[in-house]
């Protein structure tokens, strides 16, 4: 550590880091704007000027800007002195030259950088007096909104978007204070993560089109801390919600897992919470007790429906339970509590139900450990093997994407370039890259930045996996038949993966290849022996399906079986579209020889229309759980708004079920505590959940944490149409937290933080008062606790190699096509991310297309099962031949299981 003088007084620093990123943990106020943690330092905005002497007797100085000096031993600076305050001063006063003088209608008013900063550098009086430079606005499509007039030129929204983010349609144009952030012309931003540019823009450029449709002021937003329900990451995001919805989704940060950013589809895909179809009170169809009569369902009481479902259930000859891997850790035990451990199944597919049992097996029995975001972006070489991690898991292709700068910086730092320096390193780095190689059936948005990527099928892409593990170790199983590019391939990624200190392997589920997950974790223990500290990452589909996995349900064709013997008669099936998961026919048959069926959720879909009791579930924004993410990490999620009406958690419905009949006697599981506390018990391996945040009796000095920041001034006028008098905010038994503005003002644990609020900041810099240091770790620790944690003894090598793919006759390997927009159940339900859902297609080799006279466009008859899909044909000239790819969950021809065969 360093010894830096501030003002006359010594502090410890960090020599590794800048004087503002220094100024900032120590606790001083130091204003800055196109500096960002993320993004590094450019000293485009002269924002965060202070007085640097040269040593004790220097009384003259210089004025410097604070992110482009390091914080070496002995530098002694004054941010008080009154020359760099009134430059500070004076900088403001230049940007707010042609700034609009409308905060009151500002979106981000109220959360606004610029206001902050403004304030807090004394400036307070505008002497311009002339015509204010104006630039015409575009439209950038469902998620943002553009206010060009409000720009201050710190150039964070291109730095962000095309360095770090990798996106191309955004740029800076013209010069001078004329300078123009946007497109070249009107349009969608392509890329995945422009949402991000929300809360970069230190201004009110850049705002969340989605809160515009139902605004509210950011001080007015109830939040409460969240975990993203639509991939298997985990990202932490904070819900605001007011008037009974969800307003908007904010980052929360958590260092080892999303950091400061989310991808469009975790931060835009909340609108289903609001959507008509959400189901609000208990359902049931007409004639209920007659199986053979399905009709328009109706509302009835919470009673009514519980009482039903209980008549059900007694009169049943045997019970069985779905689970989801939608729903939380909690409701899926529950569901097996409730049902018993032999009537169980998980809600899988059987091939995805094997996969994930293959993948926990592998975590929970090797000796490497499964890799956080943190670590990928941290990896100096990355084999990506078989998945489209940019529509599987976006946030993880946005970490893959940074860690191919490891090798620059490292560089940079050898010729005396800090690592804070993003210009300079970028400068030095030019093109280079570092390694990062990609197998996948087609083109990813990676290919990009990768040192090489290849394109084969499924069964070729796991033995190129096996090559690499065997080049790496003599003792891995030796590849026969493999191709001479390959070899030399194999070769060169494993001799990348070899001399670096930190290789991460990545795969994923979802092209349904067993071999692919042994392949990876082939080349994984191949690097252990080599003493390498390697990382292996697994891609899953949803957000809680290793939890459902962990709880050893059978998959879903298990159920099926047991219904068709007769061997069932009753179904309770937990918020799981099973239209969605496995082909129509088969689910008809299914829902066909049950006598009851009673159903959990929070949307109508194809399987709540044919249950007979239909009980709502509460989505992320009104209940409390928990998910296991992609790296076994528990994290729990909190009610961001009370449930209205009957509206209740999943396992708080199967609680009341278990009870009995009689309306008061207790459910089984009162509170999430309590509930937690049983499934621990039953299951060891998940003692970790009752760490992953705070019980509910958490207090600070004997006070909850509020939902709701300090400056809430709405509550009131929430309800002023009914009653001017303020009621009661509700109670909460599940969390420390309280439905109010009332209660501790200390920063809580990071699993409870609800906003981002510090006296002088108001905005989502505020960040900064939450952490260890800026930049880095939640204060108290990261959220959430990882539940598997790898064995010491080295694992033996798996031995099976797959054949090489040759396709038969004229037979085709379907292949699903995940989509980042349009493949989550749940978020292709928010209209603004529906817009961005592409057109059903089907891709076709560019061979292929030229043996049977195919253009692009044309209209293909694909025949998987007998039934026949009419999709335009995309051309892909890297496509496999014999292998076709169909986007996967969207309408007619949601419920295939992939690999699928086909016939053109």
Request: with cysteine; glycine share 8%.
């Amino acid at each position: 550590m360093a010894t830096i003088h501030i003002d006359g007084k010594p502090y410890e620093a960090d020599p590794e880091k800048n004087l503002l990123q220094t100024s900032l943990t120590l606790g001083f106020d130091l204003p800055y704007f196109c500096w960002h943690p993320a993004l590094g330092s450019v000293g485009a905005c002269r924002q965060c000027a202070v007085r640097q002497y040269r040593n004790e007797e220097d009384t003259q100085g210089q004025i410097v800007m604070a992110c482009m000096v390091p914080a070496a031993d002995g530098t002694r600076i004054s941010i008080e002195d009154e020359e760099a305050r009134e430059f500070r001063r004076s900088v403001i006063e230049w940007l707010m030259v042609n700034h609009p003088h409308d905060c009151a209608v500002c979106d981000e008013g109220g959360e606004c950088h610029l206001q902050d900063m403004t304030v807090m550098t004394g400036h307070a009086y505008r002497r311009f007096r002339f015509r204010k430079r104006t630039f015409n606005n575009q439209y950038l499509g469902p998620f943002i909104n553009h206010e060009m007039n409000r720009c201050i030129q710190c150039y964070r929204c291109v730095r962000y978007y095309k360095d770090y983010a990798g996106g191309r349609d955004l740029d800076a144009f013209a010069s001078h204070n004329h300078v123009y952030f946007g497109r070249s012309e009107d349009g969608i931003l392509e890329n995945e993560f422009s949402g991000n540019l929300v809360e970069v823009c230190p201004t009110g450029v850049f705002t969340d089109k989605t809160l515009k449709t139902h605004y509210t002021r950011k001080w007015d937003l109830q939040s409460a801390p969240s975990v993203c329900a639509h991939c298997s990451l985990g990202c932490n995001t904070l819900v605001g919600t007011r008037y009974g919805g969800a307003r908007r989704i904010l980052n929360r940060y958590h260092y080892d897992i999303n950091g400061y950013f989310l991808c469009d589809r975790g931060r835009y895909g909340y609108e289903f919470v609001n959507r008509p179809e959400r189901i609000r009170h208990p359902l049931l169809h007409e004639g209920a007790h007659d199986t053979e009569t399905y009709s328009k369902p109706e509302t009835c009481s919470a009673d009514v429906a519980l009482k039903e479902a209980r008549i059900r259930l007694r009169r049943a000859n045997r019970i069985i339970g779905i689970g989801s891997p939608r729903a939380s850790l909690e409701s899926n035990y529950a569901l097996r509590s409730l049902v018993g451990e032999d009537n169980f199944f998980n809600g899988l597919p059987a091939a995805e139900s094997h996969l994930v049992t293959v993948a926990l097996e592998i975590l929970r029995h090797g000796p490497v450990r499964s890799a956080s975001l943190r670590e990928i972006e941290e990896a100096d070489a990355v084999l990506v093997l078989g998945e489209d991690i940019t529509q599987t898991a976006p946030r993880m292709a946005l970490a893959v994407r940074q860690s191919v700068m490891r090798t620059p910086r490292e560089t940079a730092r050898k010729l005396g370039v800090p690592a804070w320096h993003d210009r300079a390193i970028r400068d030095v780095a030019q093109s280079d890259r570092g390694p990062l190689f990609i197998a996948a059936i087609d083109e990813t948005r990676l290919d990009d930045v990768s040192t090489a990527a290849i394109t084969r099928a499924p069964n070729d892409l796991a033995r190129f996996g096996f090559a690499v593990a065997r080049a790496l170790h003599p003792e891995a199983p030796p590849v026969d038949g493999l191709s001479e590019s390959d070899t030399t391939l194999a070769r060169q990624v494993s001799d990348a993966l070899a001399n670096a200190d930190h290789p991460v392997i990545i795969t994923g589920t979802g092209l349904g290849n067993e071999a692919l997950l042994q392949a990876a974790a082939n080349v994984a223990w191949a690097l252990l022996r080599c003493e390498k500290p390697a990382a292996l990452a697994f891609v899953v589909p949803e957000a809680n399906t290793f939890g459902a996995g962990m709880l050893d349900g059978r998959p879903l064709r298990e159920a099926y079986d047991a219904v068709s013997s007769g061997d069932a008669d009753t179904a309770i099936i937990l918020e799981n579209d099973l239209y969605q998961r496995t082909h129509d026919v088969d689910v008809d048959r299914f829902l066909g020889g049950l006598k009851s069926i009673i159903a959990l959720d929070s949307l109508r879909n194809a399987t709540t229309d044919r249950a007979h009791v239909v009980l709502p579930a509460g989505t992320f924004a009104e209940s409390d759980g928990t998910f296991v993410n992609n790296e076994t990490r528990a994290q729990r999620f909190f009610q961001a708004l009370p449930p209205e009406g009957d509206i209740a958690e999943s396992w708080r419905w199967l609680g009341r079920l278990a009870a009995g009949s009689a309306p008061s006697e207790e459910p089984a599981w009162k509170y999430l505590d309590t509930i937690i506390d049983a499934m621990v018990a039953d299951y060891p391996e998940l003692r970790g959940v009752r760490d992953a945040a705070p019980s509910a009796d958490f207090r600070s000095n004997g006070a909850r944490f509020p939902r709701s920041p300090r400056r809430f001034s709405g509550r009131t006028a929430i309800h002023a149409q009914f009653d001017v008098n303020e009621p009661s905010p509700p109670a909460d038994h599940d969390s420390p937290l309280s439905f109010s503005m009332e209660g501790s003002t200390a920063v809580p644990p990071a699993s409870l933080v609800s906003h981002y609020w510090s006296p002088g900041w108001n905005s989502v810099q505020a960040l900064n008062k939450f952490q260890e240091e800026v930049g880095g770790a939640n204060r108290g620790g990261p959220p959430g606790i990882c539940l598997i944690q790898p064995e010491k003894n080295l694992h033996p090598f798996f031995t099976e190699i797959p054949a090489t793919f040759r396709r038969s006759g004229e037979k085709f390997v379907v292949l699903g096509l995940p989509h980042i927009f349009g493949s989550d159940e749940l978020s292709r339900h928010a209209p603004a991310l529906a817009e961005r859902i592409p057109h059903a297609y089907v891709t076709i080799s560019d061979a292929d297309a030229r043996a049977r006279g195919v253009s692009e466009g044309d209209q293909l008859v694909l025949r998987i099962f007998g039934r026949e899909h009419k999709l335009p044909a995309r051309i892909r000239p890297k496509l496999a031949p014999g292998i076709l790819g169909i986007p996967m969950g969207f309408p007619g021809h949601a419920g295939l299981v992939f690999p699928v065969d086909g016939h053109l």
